[in-house]
């Protein structure tokens, strides 16, 4: 047992646990749980052999936090044979590492036959090296450390407050992970919203990957901690059932806020003094004689082969009902109006929450400029404050969605950076996620470039799966909301802070990975300007400047997919010319989603505008003149692009007297020659 915590009256503080075990032993099968805790020691170790791989000793260290979650009555209720069962307490082991004892409980529940654990690892099986929802019985994925205790805090925000549902949620995480700071954002959450139904447990194992954690066995700290965010806190023995079980307990005592139990742990517990509480295992497979050496010493501790306890189950199966089609009102918007993309967001925000009751929004404190204050002020109940905790929200949004919602996540587009590991994540959570990001690139004036979100599109293509989508008007912008609702994965739209005029009639249609193709003049086209939201309408002002040169304009709208066969279409009509025009930094947004879809096509030629450096504060106006971006930067381009080409080869030969090469050069260019000389 850790230390109990004193102070100077002798008083009990309030994350002692007094523990009751001569109760616990009376009325719960302790040598069984003991023999199943060590069965689940002997899969992980035989399954981290079999792989040749895996973590075997982190594994050990929460076998008895395993056990008594899964197996004794004061733990989870869940039907094994219906993991989907919404009314089901639900794990998400944080410490993703540990995933072999995770699967070890389950074919112990009996969800999982046992002989398919050794195929740990393989790449035909999907009892994959860390937890993913490939498997029926994980909601999040996890590895990355510290995004668990997040998701599952969305989780019981959406059973607590949206579903009315009894069921309780635990988060298992390591002393290490401790570190991350989401971890810390996502207890304030909890505490902020009274999360009684959420259970952190800290399995103090003492040991890192290299070098021991920074508390080490010092669990008071972590209590200390933890209690700090408001958590009622219960400090155990991780390798006394009667400690856990009675805490377990207590836990369903509490309420209006979190609990948390601090388990000292040893990593390798029970694997022989040489394995036990030493460095240097962490991520090690036992093999050979050591690993059947561990697995003898295991096996004699075992009372009866035939342990097994059945665990509570609810009283009824409810599913996740599939998610229905979600449509718009009928759109009224006037054109030439000028509106702002953040604030008919905030429209089609509402509309879809008046037509789907499973829609939710988040924001970080930002609702009244990304206007999902909307949301807020119509649907109350389904939004969901976060404050500046980007990296929590994100992963509070995942565990919504994996109870059958569709959350909309709303920031400042740069501010998404920050949970940007939450967000990748995701993606191999099969997370159904959308992600929206106003106040993007230079156009946003004066707030300066810690706030312009330049990188976005870059980071949001390169997601697994991902969907980008730039709308440059009201319009345009409330049909991307409809299909992100409708598009099963994580998707990304783009909206901006000034207004922009209503280009498209109320009925247009639009699809993801399809653009909008602008021809307003006769006859054959120089050059295919592409571009999306504000660079679009300068693109278009561009156009209608040009009195004497014909171009074609492209609203890109879908940046991923994009559309190939169109854009390449109109490039065969401009000569193979193609001027991209983006706020965004030339890297990783249009240009090179245009160049990677136009690279295998030898006749067209892809020329980009975008930031190419740290920007600066200035008007709008202003700074999309100095990058380049303004509709006059634009004529400028297009006309040197249209400019004739000369291929001169020369010779001395050539030379007049007193002329140098350059001059001859720029005599023939005057002279218009076009002179190719082998």
Request: neutral net charge; proline residues 4%.
């Amino acid at each position: 047992m850790p230390p109990k915590r004193k102070n100077p009256e002798g008083k009990k503080e309030e994350n002692e646990v007094p523990m009751k075990k001569k109760n616990i032993g009376k009325t719960h099968k302790l040598e069984t749980l003991y023999d199943i805790a060590t069965k689940l020691r002997i899969h992980s170790v035989q399954m981290c052999e079999a792989s040749k791989s895996g973590h075997p000793t982190t594994c050990s260290s929460i076998a008895e936090i395993m056990t008594a979650l899964f197996f004794d009555p004061a733990g989870m209720k869940y039907d094994p044979l219906h993991p989907e069962n919404l009314l089901n307490d639900r794990l998400v082991l944080s410490k993703g590492h540990a995933a072999p004892i995770l699967y070890a409980a389950w074919a112990e529940a009996g969800l999982v036959k046992k002989e398919d654990l050794l195929n740990l690892r393989k790449i035909d099986s999907d009892l994959e090296g860390h937890p993913t929802p490939r498997l029926n019985f994980v909601d999040v994925a996890t590895g990355s450390l510290g995004q668990g205790l997040s998701a599952a805090a969305g989780m019981a925000y959406a059973a607590k407050y949206i579903e009315n549902n009894p069921c309780h949620f635990f988060c298992i995480c390591g002393d290490g992970e401790m570190s991350e700071g989401s971890c810390w954002e996502a207890l304030l959450f909890a505490a902020k919203y009274e999360l009684d139904n959420l259970t952190l447990i800290v399995d103090a194992n003492r040991l890192g990957q290299s070098e021991e954690t920074p508390h080490g066995h010092n669990v008071k700290i972590f209590a200390d901690k933890i209690s700090a965010f408001q958590a009622k806190v219960f400090t155990v023995d991780g390798h006394d059932l009667s400690d856990i079980i009675d805490a377990l307990e207590k836990i369903k005592s509490v309420k209006k806020k979190p609990t948390a139990i601090v388990a000292k742990t040893f990593k390798g517990k029970d694997f022989t003094d040489k394995i036990e509480n030493q460095s240097g295992y962490h991520g090690k497979a036992l093999e050979g004689e050591e690993a059947k050496m561990v697995i003898e010493v295991l096996k004699k501790k075992i009372k009866s082969e035939d342990a097994k306890m059945e665990p509570l189950k609810p009283e009824k199966l409810i599913a996740k009902e599939p998610l229905p089609v979600i449509k718009l009102r009928t759109l009224e918007y006037k054109k030439g109006d000028k509106i702002a993309t953040r604030n008919s967001y905030g429209k089609a925000l509402v509309d879809i929450g008046n037509n789907c009751p499973r829609v939710v929004a988040l924001d970080g404190d930002t609702k009244n400029s990304t206007m999902s204050i909307d949301f807020m002020k119509a649907h109350g109940k389904r939004f969901v404050e976060c404050y500046i905790a980007e990296q929590n929200m994100v992963g509070v949004a995942v565990g919504m969605q994996a109870r059958g919602f569709i959350p909309f996540v709303s920031a400042f587009a740069a501010f998404h950076t920050r949970g940007y590991d939450f967000i990748r994540m995701s993606a191999i959570s099969q997370a159904n996620l959308k992600i929206v990001g106003s106040h993007a690139g230079v156009h946003i004036g004066q707030d300066g470039p810690s706030q312009m979100g330049l990188e976005d599109f870059a980071m949001m293509r390169a997601i697994a799966g991902s969907v980008v989508m730039y709308p440059s008007d009201a319009v345009s912008c409330e049909k991307s909301v409809e299909l992100a609702a409708n598009c099963k994965g994580i998707t990304y739209i783009r909206t901006t802070r000034g207004a922009t005029p209503v280009t498209y009639p109320n009925d247009e249609v639009f699809a993801i990975g399809k653009c909008k193709v602008h021809e307003n003049k006769v006859g054959v086209p120089k050059v295919t300007v592409i571009g999306g939201g504000i660079t679009f309408h300068e693109a278009l002002r561009a156009q209608q400047e040009l009195h004497d040169i014909n171009i074609t304009v492209i609203d890109i709208f879908s940046i991923k997919p994009v559309d190939e066969a169109t854009i390449y279409a109109c490039a065969k009509k401009s000569n193979g010319k193609i001027l991209t025009v983006e706020d965004h930094f030339i890297e990783g947004g249009i240009h090179d989603a245009v160049c990677s879809a136009m690279a295998k096509y030898k006749d067209v030629e892809v020329l980009g505008i975008g930031i190419t450096e740290v920007p600066r504060s200035g008007q709008p106006d202003e700074l999309l003149e100095k990058y380049g971006l303004s509709w006059k930067k634009i004529m400028e381009k297009v006309k040197t692009m249209i400019q004739p080409t000369y291929h001169i080869s020369v010779s001395y030969t050539h030379l007049r007297a007193h002329e140098t090469r350059e001059d001859l050069v720029c005599r023939l260019l005057l002279e218009k020659k076009k002179i190719i000389m082998s």
